[in-house]
DNA sequence: GCCGTTTTCGGCCCGACTGTTTTCAGTCG
């Protein structure tokens, strides 16, 4: 028997499932298998017992043609099947998926049609005009597919944030182990933690920058000068990495340089008045007679003005987070191994909130099936105590602005109130529609508040000052969710909310054990919005929370 | 492909939007 986790057989099945939806008129088919891949997902026993001990196929979902699929998957680690529908379509196949509007029925007409394969070969073929002639296809979707091939392009230069990290701590890892190298630093926009960034850069601390240089074909590809103290080359074929070298006396400035951004450097250097000799930027500072600014707020030079430096609010700031989903929706872990990985993160508290009805997408629960739910937290939060544990939704602002659940948001501690649908309202219609939901006095907290998912679409229009205004008034919590793909509020604006009396909580909008941790690329926003702890509602203590949100959930007090 | 006190075939399936159609298919959240 090879060791299969249900996560990698779920996988399998998941992938069969887009092969047959290339494949297939019958939508069914597809969904059967994506359906199955859920079912063993959020299995509580281990897959390879289930086969063993017969119960495969009295799991429901899980018939005659799924189930010899998931055994020899369990036996073997492999699927004859998955390995068929694989060799009849080119590698790369699911790359046209990046093209906006481009879903697995068209790019299954587009290749077996014309056989493209590659956005490359699309692009040729809608600019010779091919695509608009194919069923289902016309004028409108040919030009729509350009400027899809455009928008993909673009978004092949740009990152996000947490690629960059994971680039630059593994080459400084594997710098620090050359005898030459005395020092290393991940500078520039990955250092200032950018939402987006484009390269990573690297500081190199050496005596012998030649004999360096020479090794770094070891750890990335394609390595060119661009003068004599900087070279560049790109990591896992895609990411550019810029090696920025200098001997230990001048570590701190070429750090500081290399970290930006360029109006912060200028005013630093200006103010400083001369070139200091520094083997760290700590020193650095203090040479110059500055206090230290951490690099999230070297943005522009504004730090530099103030007097006093705040401290930045640090994930060993928060005790506890909100906005976190289980297999009751869309998570992929249970209550149970939710609340082991808050109580991992020596969180004091955690707020379950799964998806309302209305996310229908999401697996949204009844009130039938809060109640069931409400029932499981009841008896775990006995297993994670002391931990505290409240029981929350997040449920979603309709588009005539009224929540979803009505009153039988009663049911909750917390009500995360967010957007999932009708996302192309006007500004106007959209700050109605929120506006509105904030009024509704179960609401507790604002979710992800524009909807942007980065380097895939704009987040929906909105008046900020009005929100924010009414936020405050309203004494609702704006959620500053955590997710690397949102990190939505952007921290432009918490500047403005903060001003007009918003209160903030650092959420991960967790969907899985793993994405516990969102809660410290949360609070990377914080840190650039300049947010100190105590504008952080989760750094409060647990008794303080549990009055807060009583408080919040009996009318009376709004 | 799965399912069935409406059981072996026909239904499964939310709702808005877009572009393609001339009544609907594909995509998205």
């Known amino acids: 028997m090879i060791a299969m986790d249900k996560y990698q057989v779920a996988r ?18 597809s969904r059967a298998f994506e359906r199955a891949a859920r079912r063993i997902e959020t299995l509580e026993r281990d897959v390879a017992e289930l086969v063993t001990s017969g119960d495969l196929y009295s799991t429901p979902g899980i018939g005659k043609g799924i189930g010899p699929v998931i055994t020899e998957i369990v036996t073997t680690g492999d699927s004859t099947y998955l390995d068929e529908l694989r060799n009849q379509y080119p590698p790369g196949i699911f790359d046209l998926l990046r093209i906006p509007n481009l879903g697995l029925k068209k790019v299954g007409i587009l290749y077996e049609q014309l056989g493209v394969t590659s956005i490359d070969e699309l692009e040729k073929a809608a600019k010779d005009n091919l695509v608009a002639g194919l069923p289902g296809f016309g004028s409108k979707t040919q030009q729509k597919i350009l400027e899809g091939v455009a928008f993909a392009r673009k ?3 740009q990152f996000l944030l947490p690629r960059g990290i994971e680039a630059g701590e593994l080459i400084r890892e594997q710098l620090a182990a050359i005898d030459e190298v005395e020092d290393t630093e991940v500078a520039g926009s990955v250092r200032r933690r950018m939402e987006i960034i484009r390269n990573v850069n690297v500081v190199v601390s050496t005596r012998a920058p030649e004999r360096v240089i020479e090794q770094l074909p070891r750890f990335v590809s394609d390595v060119e000068p661009i003068d004599e ?202 700050t109605e529609r929120i506006l509105r939901a904030l009024d509704d006095p179960h609401v507790t907290i604002l979710g992800h508040l524009t909807g942007r998912r980065l380097l895939t679409r704009d987040g929906y229009r909105i008046d900020y000052d009005r929100i924010f205004d009414k936020v405050a008034e309203r004494r609702v919590l704006l959620e500053i969710n955590g997710n690397p793909q949102r990190l939505d509020v952007d921290w432009r604006q918490v500047r403005n909310a903060l001003d007009r009396g918003v209160l903030f909580t650092i959420n991960p909008d967790a969907h899985s054990v793993k994405e516990m941790g969102y809660v410290v690329s949360g609070t990377w926003v914080a840190r650039k919005a300049g947010l100190t702890a105590k504008e952080i509602f989760n750094t409060r203590p647990v008794d303080e929370v549990e009055e807060w949100l009583k408080k919040r959930s009996s009318p009376k007090s709004n």
């Open 12 to 29: 399998m099945l998941d992938e069969i499932a887009r092969y047959i939806q290339l494949s297939e008129t019958n939508p069914f088919k």
């Open 155 to 157: 978004r092949e230069s």
């Open 229 to 430: 103290k900087t070279v560049k080359g790109i990591a896992r074929g895609e990411m550019p990495v810029i090696f920025h070298f200098t001997f230990p006396e001048d570590f701190g400035l070429t750090v500081l340089r290399a970290t930006g951004g360029k109006e912060f450097v200028a005013a630093f250097e200006a103010k400083a008045g001369r070139k200091l000799k520094a083997t760290n930027e700590e020193q650095l500072f203090e040479k110059a007679g500055i206090p230290f600014v951490e690099p999230e707020r070297r943005e522009d030079a504004e730090e530099l003005k103030r007097k006093k430096r705040p401290s930045l609010v640090h994930p060993s700031d928060l005790r506890g987070t909100f906005h976190v989903h289980t297999t009751y929706s869309d998570g992929r872990n249970s209550v149970a191994d939710m609340l082991g990985a808050a109580r991992d993160l020596g969180f004091d508290y955690c707020g379950i909130s799964d998806h309302s009805v209305a996310a229908f997408y999401a697996r949204g629960l009844t009130p039938d099936q809060v109640k069931i739910q409400q029932t499981e937290i009841a008896r775990e939060a006995k297993k994670v105590a002391p931990m505290r544990v409240f029981r929350g939704t997040e449920a979603d602002i309709l588009p005539d602005g009224t929540m979803d659940y009505g009153e039988d948001l009663d049911m909750f501690d917390f009500v995360v109130a967010s957007i999932h649908s009708r996302m192309q309202m006007t500004e106007e219609e959209m």
